[in-house]
């Protein structure tokens, strides 16, 4: 106790810069720990967000139709994967559509983009460079 002032016991300044230099360490090494776990943390709650959603939908075939839950949480994943594909599958053709449009389009666009930069000075400085 020969930190304390024998006065009004509060701590002496040299306690006090201790205990903020302690707090700061603490604090950098929780943060130093978080960013090198973060893409783990990351990974584990978006597991836990598939689980829960899966957990869900089974829940729901199991009281609407009474079957085994086992065979309820697998006919969950399986149209849950089902429907994923679906989308893909529907809606991929209308992405190729455009990817080939957009190839098509963008090299003229390009030389629409350079052409109305040289009639600007500091577009011509930028297409000298």
């Not at 829960?52 to 399986?78: D, M, P, Q, Y």
């Not at 991929?92 to 350079?114: F, H, Y």
Request: a positive charge; charged letters at 15%; proline letters at 2%.
């Amino acid at each position: 106790m020969s930190d304390l002032n024998d006065n009004n016991n509060e701590f002496s300044y040299t306690t006090k810069i201790w205990i903020n230099v302690s707090i700061l360490a603490l604090t950098v090494v929780v943060l130093l720990i978080l960013k090198a776990t973060f893409s783990v943390f990351l990974l584990i709650f978006a597991g836990i967000l598939i689980a829960v959603f899966f957990r869900g939908l089974s829940g729901l075939l199991h009281r609407k139709t009474k079957w085994n839950e086992k065979v309820c949480f697998s006919l969950a994943i399986l149209i849950t994967l089902a429907l994923t594909a679906g989308f893909f599958w529907l809606v991929g053709a209308k992405i190729q559509m455009q990817v080939a449009e957009l190839s098509d389009t963008l090299p003229k666009t390009i030389e629409n983009a350079r052409a109305q930069l040289a009639k600007t000075p500091i577009g011509k400085k930028y297409l000298k460079e």
